[in-house]
């Protein structure tokens, strides 16, 4: 009897294996396919609004909600571990103070993060490690600020077995990163990050897309009135996705998630953004999104 039960959990454990891979399987084929329909969500550090920024809890209740991609940033300890941390210092977002580069891990361990009223809670702040090790199978990540940590990064994802679930990003135009990177550019997806008031925008878009395939472009503007966005259909045949945030105006040209949600005006703001070629969004509104998208049949 005792065997038939070890063998039974075991079998359980193997389905739901299976099963939350096929779940991230999906994910990654939808990432690669600019023409699908749906449209991604990315969740901007975490549900924040429920839990402390970028912690572990934020994470978990983002994924739980079904988006598609959580954001984290990253950043170094003093001996060497990356951890998430948006800021520059952790006096923001924790009951600490200094870089976390001022600490090791150990030590950065003994703080706590605030909540979005600035209250101290129980979380700590994560590694890299622990997001990959739960994001594992379920969800794809955003790697923000991961620009100076490519190495580091991506010896946590071969170790935790989550490569293909990461997306890196800079906004460095391509030799820059090709030089400093050289054959690890061939072996990550990859998003370069577009300003669109940029003279040569277009053309650093082109210059990618002839000599890597990058999974997408995240397109940022303060202003709604780039040719880019009335006309990108090149970045597309070309396979890419494009990726647009909806956090804050500067980030958009005022089509925000605030307009959708307190406002009530999704045409100017999520349907402006899906018009204008939006295929992966990055939202601080990611219940709101989700809803919103499977009212119209743009998610599943």
């Known amino acids: 009897m005792r065997y038939i039960y070890k063998a039974t959990v075991l079998l359980l454990f193997i389905f739901c294996d299976i099963n939350s891979y096929a779940q991230v399987t999906e994910l ?35 994924i739980e909600m079904g988006v598609d991609v959580i954001e984290v940033d990253l950043n170094k300890t003093s001996d060497g571990v990356v951890v998430i941390m948006h800021d520059g210092t952790i006096d923001r977002t924790t009951d600490g103070t200094g870089k976390p580069s001022d600490y090791t891990l150990k030590e950065l361990k003994r703080f706590h993060l605030k909540n979005g009223l600035g209250i101290t809670t129980t979380h700590t702040i994560p590694t890299l490690e622990e997001v990959m090790k739960l994001a594992k199978g379920k969800v794809l990540v955003n790697l923000d600020k991961s620009y100076p940590y490519y190495n580091e990064a991506y010896k946590v994802l071969k170790e935790t077995g989550t490569v293909n679930q990461a997306i890196f990003k800079t906004d460095e135009h391509y030799q820059t990163v090709r030089n400093k990177y050289h054959k690890l550019l061939d072996s990550i997806t990859f998003m370069p990050v577009i ?16 000599a890597i395939k990058p999974v997408a472009f995240e397109l940022i503007f303060d202003q709604d009135t780039s040719k880019i966005l009335a006309e990108n259909s090149f970045i597309k045949a070309r396979g890419a996705k494009i990726w647009i ?14 307009m959708a949600v307190e406002q009530k005006d999704t045409k100017d703001s999520w349907d402006w953004l899906i018009a204008h070629g939006a295929t992966i969004i990055q939202t601080d509104r990611p219940k709101e999104l989700l809803n919103y998208l499977r009212k119209r049949s743009l998610h599943k």
Do not use: C, F
């Open 195 to 210: 300003w669109l008031n940029e003279s040569v925008a277009k053309q650093t878009i082109i210059d990618y897309q002839q």
């Open 28 to 62: 990654i084929n939808e990432l690669h396919h600019p023409d699908n329909k749906k449209i991604m969500v990315a969740a901007h550090r975490g549900d924040w609004r429920n839990a402390p920024e970028n912690s572990l809890q934020a994470y978990k209740l983002a």
């Open 245 to 258: 945030n909806a956090m804050w105006a500067s980030l958009n040209g005022g089509h925000t998630d605030d």
